[in-house]
């Protein structure tokens, strides 16, 4: 069964370090989208893309934040310079259609 | 705005049915989910309801949908103790997904 794959599964940076977290969606699928979810909160919306652009993006997602589809199948994730508080679970998701499927995570821990 | 709420555990024995509940604030999300994620791992869909649909049935899963209440359910038949996990509900508005804080659910023998 197609799943949707993340590397690394765990980042460890120090503070105003850029990191790239890497995803590889469903290869039929069209929108793909960055969650977050700090230990202990809810699992919180990023950013969605498609059709190589934005689609929407949440207020968390601000100018430290930006995504790109390198190829056809990667979808990537930059934080510029990493902050304390960006420590936190990071989902990769993507869509066909109605359901988001998600990957197994990339835990960034930011010391 | 958006918000999405949830009991935060729910106790079963194993072998009993288990109901979940899930509230939610905005009467345009167009699809309600329910996600599964165990210890360590990412989310699984479960099972996901067109806002106007009432009801929708998948093996031991049952979805109820309350859209006039903004209220939305999960009925696991014959709780297993592989069912012990943390269950979210989300809405969809637009794009995005709004998750709920997820209910623990412990199945004990």
């Known amino acids: 069964e197609p799943e949707v794959t993340q590397t690394p599964s765990h980042q460890v940076t120090q503070m105003g370090q850029e990191v790239i977290l890497r995803c590889v969606p469903i290869?039929?699928?069209?929108?793909f989208y960055w969650y977050r979810q700090i230990l202990g909160q809810k699992v919180e919306f990023l950013v969605s893309?498609?059709?190589?652009?934005?689609?929407?993006k949440s207020e968390i997602f601000d100018d430290q934040f930006s995504v790109e589809r390198p190829d056809g199948s990667n979808f990537t994730l930059k934080i510029r310079s990493t902050k304390l508080e960006d420590s936190a679970m990071y989902f990769c998701?993507?869509?066909?259609?109605?359901?988001?499927?998600f990957g197994p995570g990339t835990r960034l821990t930011v010391t | 705005g958006e918000d999405v709420e949830q009991s935060l555990f729910l106790s079963v024995r194993e072998g009993d049915s288990s109901v979940i509940n899930c509230t939610y604030t905005?009467?345009?999300?167009?699809?309600l989910y329910w996600y599964k994620q165990e210890p360590g791992a990412g989310l699984q869909l479960l099972t996901y309801?067109?806002?106007?649909?009432d009801m929708k049935q998948d093996q031991r899963l049952t979805v109820l949908l309350n859209k006039k209440d903004k209220h939305l359910s999960l009925r696991i038949a014959d709780t297993q103790t592989g069912d012990s996990a943390i269950y979210f509900c989300?809405?969809?508005?637009?794009?995005?997904?709004?998750f709920g804080t997820g209910t623990r659910l412990q199945v004990f023998p």
């Open positions: 989300a809405e969809r508005t637009v794009h995005k997904l709004i």
């Open positions: 290869s039929n699928h069209l929108y």
């Open positions: 998701a993507s869509s066909e259609a109605d359901e988001q499927y």
């Open positions: 905005d009467s345009s999300s167009t699809y």
């Open positions: 309801i067109f806002s106007n649909m």
């Open positions: 893309f498609y059709n190589n652009e934005i689609s929407e």
